[in-house]
């Protein structure tokens, strides 16, 4: 159906005055405005290959951690039902993208990798598409590379491997020890993958493995969420009596991952464990109402879980709750 418009001088009045109003009331929003002016385009293959450095980062303090969650690039994908929801009609990935105000013909990405002080330490969980999509957000964090002490990488996609080390091989992050799961490094290890070769096995030697229930440093614990890859690894930040999860690529999308964790996706390479990891993750998220980062939510990548009718669930951004 066609929304007619009033056309009378009357009735226009109205709507130059919302503009004035809502002109004037941006000025009083600088830090949204700095917040999102650095934003710049990534390309990429696999989730993403390339990215342009982005100055961005949203940080808040959890007991005895200070956590920044840093936008390593965003990109625009056309064709997102090639993507999601690959196990449903064109009909029902309409309807469901229109009732959460979705466009249908392309969807916004976006890679966010987390960092976290603690202590003396400086764990860095994923590292990006590239090395200068890592380190630009990490200076407007006020970190150098160099002070790095731990780079955590939960899976070995590209765009969680690709700024461990520049295009000539050189480490990004030269006084760091790695950490990343078993049963994860040892699938890759398998297969013919050239950013593997490239980016992960040069540091083998540095690399601390471990399983589900294995401790970074204190307070941070790695919980096993195979399915998007074999030995996926997603993380629980405890400090202060408070938690955060940090889900990596649990769910990859806000609607067409998350709400619908039964909805196939493209890049999960067991579908149905994929699936079930979703539904145990987020029913206990719902459970002990646990916020979380998901490292491809909309920027700054963080919200809460609800349950949403039989087996789906509803995302809620975060807003303020992490300053308090």
């Given at each position: 159906m066609t929304t007619r418009h009033p056309t009378s001088t009357t009735m226009n009045a109205q709507p130059d005055a919302s503009r004035r109003r809502l002109l004037a009331a941006s000025v009083?929003?600088?830090?949204?405005?700095?917040?999102?002016?650095?934003?710049?385009?990534?390309?990429?293959?696999?989730?993403?290959?390339?990215?342009?450095?982005?100055?961005?980062?949203?940080?808040?303090?959890?007991?005895?951690?200070?956590?920044?969650?840093?936008?390593?690039?965003?990109?625009?994908?056309?064709?997102?039902?090639?993507?999601?929801?690959?196990?449903?009609?064109?009909?029902?990935?309409?309807?469901?993208?229109?009732?959460?105000?979705?466009?249908?013909?392309?969807?916004?990405?976006?890679?966010?990798?987390?960092?976290?002080?603690?202590?003396?330490?400086?764990?860095?969980?994923?590292?990006?598409?590239?090395?200068?999509?890592?380190?630009?957000?990490?200076?407007?964090?006020?970190?150098?590379?160099?002070?790095?002490?731990?780079?955590?990488?939960?899976?070995?996609?590209?765009?969680?491997?690709?700024?461990?080390?520049?295009?000539?091989?050189?480490?990004?992050?030269?006084?760091?020890?790695?950490?990343?799961?078993?049963?994860?490094?040892?699938a890759w290890a398998k297969m013919d993958n050239d950013g593997f070769k490239a980016k992960v096995q040069p540091l083998a030697e540095k690399m601390e493995f471990i399983g589900d229930g294995g401790s970074v440093v204190s307070g941070i614990t790695g919980m096993a969420a195979g399915g998007h890859t074999p030995g996926h690894m997603m993380y629980m930040l405890e400090s202060g009596g408070k938690q955060l999860a940090l889900v990596a690529d649990t769910a990859n999308h806000y609607v067409w991952s998350l709400a619908y964790p039964e909805w196939e996706v493209k890049f999960d390479m067991d579908k149905a464990k994929a699936a079930a990891t979703r539904k145990r993750v987020f029913d206990m998220l719902t459970a002990d109402k646990v916020p979380f980062v998901g490292y491809h939510m909309p920027f700054p990548g963080m919200g809460f879980v609800e349950a949403r009718g039989e087996g789906g669930y509803r995302y809620v951004p975060a807003s303020y709750q992490m300053m308090l």
């Open positions: 009083a929003l600088p830090a949204a405005a700095t917040l999102f002016a650095g934003i710049k385009d990534a390309r990429a293959d696999d989730h993403g290959a390339e990215a342009q450095p982005n100055a961005i980062k949203n940080t808040f303090t959890m007991g005895e951690f200070e956590v920044s969650t840093l936008l390593a690039g965003t990109r625009t994908v056309e064709g997102p039902h090639n993507i999601f929801g690959m196990n449903v009609s064109d009909e029902e990935f309409q309807t469901v993208s229109e009732a959460n105000f979705l466009p249908t013909d392309k969807a916004q990405f976006f890679f966010t990798p987390t960092v976290v002080r603690s202590g003396d330490d400086i764990i860095l969980f994923d590292t990006g598409l590239n090395a200068a999509g890592i380190t630009a957000p990490l200076a407007a964090a006020g970190i150098s590379p160099d002070e790095v002490t731990v780079v955590v990488i939960t899976h070995m996609h590209g765009d969680h491997i690709g700024g461990l080390a520049g295009d000539d091989g050189t480490p990004t992050f030269a006084n760091a020890r790695y950490v990343t799961g078993q049963v994860e490094y040892d």
